[in-house]
């Protein structure tokens, strides 16, 4: 099994900053790909990024592309989502998931392990 942590979510305002960090424990050398969905009231939880654990290659959704940049330290077995240039429609609650298969997938019924989640609010 694997343990995941989300941190940093908080109140902006639009044109605003806020960095998320998931820490991952447990058996973590399972992991291929970490991810990070959002979820808005009343909608479907979608994509926003993804990075291959070992490798670093990095995968985003058209709507945060040039916006947010997914890293990941290793050694802290931690994966962030720095996110710039926010605006309220990026506001909802923030996933980070984890991944054992070898294909990386924007689809978060082939994620195997989530976080709870932490609330990212936009003002305008």
């Known amino acids: 099994q694997v343990q995941l942590v989300e941190t940093g979510g908080g109140l902006v305002q639009a044109g605003g900053s806020l960095r998320l960090s998931c820490i991952a424990s447990g058996r973590t050398r399972s992991i291929y790909a970490m991810g990070w969905f959002r979820q808005a009231p009343g909608k479907e939880r979608e994509f926003a990024a993804a990075v291959i654990w070992s490798g670093g290659r990095t995968y985003y959704s058209d709507s945060v592309k040039g916006r947010f940049t997914i890293s990941r330290d290793n050694a802290k077995n931690t994966v962030y989502l720095q996110m710039n240039s926010l605006k309220p429609e990026d506001t909802a609650d923030y996933y980070c998931?984890?991944?054992?298969?070898?294909?990386?997938?924007?689809?978060?019924?082939?994620?195997?392990?989530w976080g709870q989640g932490t609330q990212v609010t936009v003002s305008s």
């Open positions: 998931a984890a991944e054992r298969s070898t294909v990386v997938t924007s689809k978060p019924a082939d994620y195997d392990y």
